[in-house]
């Protein structure tokens, strides 16, 4: 399969430990997106990677949450001293960006982690 | 990224046309109309995009009124495994607004 993957697909974690999201991207992609979508809501927008340019963290809700990618490849999220608003899928896309602009914006979406903070 | 409205939710019977409105009357001339779908407990799938002219794909079909302050996303006939959230999007297109926020979309329910 040449999808986007996500791991782990399901993590359950005690209020205040700090926890760890992988996001591996299609290969070639050099675009990567992390969004977070709550219970019965659209997705939020969290942090955006572009090849070697600073990332756009401008969707991160708090400095518990950041993020590093590797060159163009794998991606984690990290989230520290959890808390429960945090419970939520994180859902991660990768594009291709191309200045043909065809296909730069055309995401595929990993199937997501579902973090639950009790 | 200008805005969008959508209904909620929508039914339509199998076998006929899904019409799912989308309103951003605050699009900028360099903004683009994304349609993705998100089938319950999976990622959000792309269907289709345009700019200003109509566009159809194997999935469906993307009418932009001529001012470009909506759009109709056409799922021509609608089959139980369309039924989905159907998020509307706007964004420019190029190298450095690889950002998105998807709103609450529209739930379309299609029934035998």
């Known amino acids: 399969g040449a999808g986007v993957s996500q791991s782990p697909s399901n993590k359950v974690t005690e209020k205040g430990k700090d926890v760890e999201l992988r996001c591996d991207p299609i290969s070639g992609h050099t675009a990567l997106y992390w969004y977070r979508q709550r219970l019965g809501q659209g997705l939020e927008f969290l942090i955006y990677?572009?090849?070697?340019?600073?990332?756009?963290k401008s969707g991160l809700p708090s400095d518990r949450f950041s993020a590093e990618r590797t060159g163009e490849s794998v991606s984690t999220l990290t989230i520290q001293r959890t808390q429960q608003e945090d419970s939520a899928v994180y859902l991660c896309?990768?594009?291709?960006?191309?200045?043909?602009?065809?296909?730069?914006?055309?995401?595929?979406f990993g199937p997501g982690t579902r973090l639950t903070v009790l | 990224d200008a805005k969008t409205t959508q209904p909620p939710s929508m039914d339509c019977a199998e076998g006929r046309a899904a019409n799912l409105p989308c309103n951003h009357s605050t699009i900028s001339g360099n903004e683009y109309v994304y349609w993705y779908r998100q089938i319950h407990s999976q990622g959000p799938q792309y269907i289709i995009h345009?700019?200003?002219n109509n566009e159809t794909n194997e999935m469906a079909s993307l009418i932009i009124t001529e001012d470009r302050k909506s759009s109709t996303l056409i799922l021509p006939h609608a089959t139980l495994r369309d039924t989905a959230v159907y998020y509307c999007?706007?964004?420019?297109?190029?190298?450095?607004?690889?950002?998105?926020?998807f709103g609450d979309g529209t739930t379309l329910t299609v029934k035998p």
């Open positions: 999007i706007v964004r420019t297109d190029n190298t450095n607004a690889g950002k998105s926020t």
């Open positions: 990677f572009q090849g070697n340019s600073a990332p756009d």
């Open positions: 896309a990768s594009s291709l960006a191309s200045t043909s602009g065809r296909y730069f914006n055309e995401q595929f």
């Open positions: 345009g700019l200003k």
